[in-house]
């Protein structure tokens, strides 16, 4: 019950500072690396999070295609380290650079 209600509490001021966005990105892109693991986390990377949709940038099309058949799994990881629902769909984009 206390957290909940930190919880709630955090999320307002965070959305009061005009900064939640920023920090829930900055969350899920923490979180998607301990979830795929080192060594994907190397060739891949969360890159957004827009409206539930988590924009993943994948070295290879192979990798993007993997993930994509792994998603409903994906997502309830991601969700479930996070605590909260923010993440309901995946999207794949080259990663450059």
Known sequence: ????LLAD???AALRGLGVRRQV???QVATVFAEVIGGQLAA????VSLE?????????HSALAHQLQLEA???????NAHMGTDAVRRLRFVPLSG
Do not use: H, S, V, Y
């Open 1 to 4: 019950m206390k957290e909940r």
């Open 9 to 11: 509490g955090l999320d």
């Open 24 to 26: 829930r990105e900055a």
């Open 43 to 46: 060739i891949c990377r969360a």
């Open 51 to 59: 409206r539930g949709t988590l924009c993943i940038a994948t070295a």
């Open 72 to 78: 409903p799994q994906l997502i309830a990881a991601l």
